[in-house]
T-cell receptor, first 113, second 113 residues
Framework: AQSVTQLDSHVSVSEGTPVLLRCNYS??????LFWYVQHPNKGLQLLLK??????LVKGINGFEAEFKKSETSFHLTKPSAHMSDAAEYFC???????????FGAGTQVVVTP | EPEVTQTPSHQVTQMGQEVILRCVPI?????FYWYRQILGQKVEFLVS????????KSEIFDDQFSVERPDGSNFTLKIRSTKLEDSAMYFC???????????FGQGTRLTVV
């Protein structure tokens, strides 16, 4: 069975400080991994993806994530948070099968001035 | 930039009524999906659709639900005899290939009263 765990349901950071959103997965295969962001009243927007190429993946809006197979992790980071980063972030896994996405529970990010 | 569009953005319906949620996937995509998110819960997979038939469905997707691609552009989710517990945000998504990133619509918030 495959699953994805987001370790923090809420993260609060000050503007200009680093952001770290943690994600661990379990998979019997080599998964594809994604981070999506959902701003209030908006759809799910793809931030970045890992599909067995470079382990450090750069995405939009200054976000990046590192795939660590030994730790089964795919944590999302940004060096300097902006107010517009306040949103909910989802770590998503596609196991090595047909293509059904498995979503983490989400991490709500709050950015304070 | 191409995007997945969903209509309506909000739908209120009485218990027992039928609803149809509509989606227009990205035009060159071949794989289509419906997900839902009950308030405060995880995003859950409902069904995937390829080559005019259901490829995979979850336990949630029982006889009450059906999907259809009535023409070359629309992809619909029908819920017969809605129940209170069907209240959720429903997301449509599409992807160009299997096992790759999906692009999500902005969602339809369904409220069953």
């Amino acid at each position: 069975a495959q699953s994805v765990t987001q370790l923090d349901s809420h993260v609060s950071v000050s503007e200009g400080t680093p952001v770290l959103l943690r994600c661990n997965y379990s998979s019997s295969y080599s998964p594809s991994l994604f981070w999506y962001v959902q701003h209030p009243n908006k759809g799910l927007q793809l931030l970045l993806k890992y599909t067995s190429a470079a382990t450090l993946v750069k995405g939009i809006n200054g976000f990046e994530a590192e795939f660590k197979k030994s730790e089964t992790s795919f944590h999302l980071t940004k060096p300097s948070a902006h107010m517009s980063d306040a949103a909910e972030y989802f770590c998503v896994v596609i196991p090595d099968s047909w293509g059904k996405f498995q979503f983490g529970a989400g991490t709500q990010v709050v950015v304070t001035p | 930039e191409p995007e997945v569009t969903q209509t309506p953005s909000h739908q209120v319906t009485q218990m027992g009524q039928e609803v149809i949620l509509r989606c227009v996937p990205i035009s060159n995509h071949l794989y289509f999906y419906w997900y839902r998110q009950i308030l405060g819960q995880k995003v859950e997979f409902l069904v995937s659709f390829y080559n005019n038939e259901i490829s995979e469905k979850s336990e949630i997707f029982d006889d009450q639900f059906s999907v259809e691609r009535p023409d070359g552009s629309n992809f619909t989710l029908k819920i017969r005899s809605t129940k209170l517990e069907d209240s959720a945000m429903y997301f449509c998504a599409s992807s160009e290939r299997a096992h790759t990133e999906a692009f999500f619509g902005q969602g339809t918030r369904l409220t069953v009263v």
